[in-house]
């Protein structure tokens, strides 16, 4: 089982990006999907994630409105579109999947047992 995250780089303030996630070994169409970030100095801290078929989404406050998570079940394949970029989005961007985490839950990063290497996002000011 490996997750693979791409489409980080670097951006100036304002701009977009798109990262993917692609999933291998086995279905993740029934895994809870989740991106989380980590900044140099501070701890990882969730972005965004979507459950299981897509029925239920949850964005943290600072990117809700900018950032939108979806998934293609069919590809395996999990998405972050990232609008309006601030240099406090900087960060190196996970993902993560776990078909045991339940909705009340998918902002704990303690809970998932899979993860991509991350992808780094650089935004300039």
């Known amino acids: 089982v490996q997750l693979q995250a791409s489409g980080g780089g670097l951006v100036q303030a304002g701009g977009s990006l798109r990262l993917s996630c692609s999933a291998s070994?086995?279905?993740?169409?029934?895994?809870?999907m989740a991106w989380f970030r980590q900044a140099p100095g501070k701890a990882r801290e969730f972005v965004a994630g979507i459950f299981r078929s897509g029925s239920s989404i949850q964005y943290a406050d600072s990117v809700k409105g900018r950032f939108t998570i979806s998934r293609v079940n069919v590809k395996n394949t999990l998405y972050l579109q990232m609008n309006s970029l601030k240099p406090e989005d900087t960060a190196v961007y996970y993902c993560?999947?776990?078909?045991?985490?339940?909705?009340?839950?998918?902002?704990?990063?303690?809970?998932?047992?899979?993860w991509g290497k991350g992808t780094l996002v650089t935004v300039s000011s």
């Open positions: 993560a999947a776990d078909r045991s985490v339940i909705l009340s839950s998918m902002r704990d990063p303690e809970l998932y047992n899979y």
């Open positions: 070994g086995r279905t993740f169409s029934r895994d809870t």
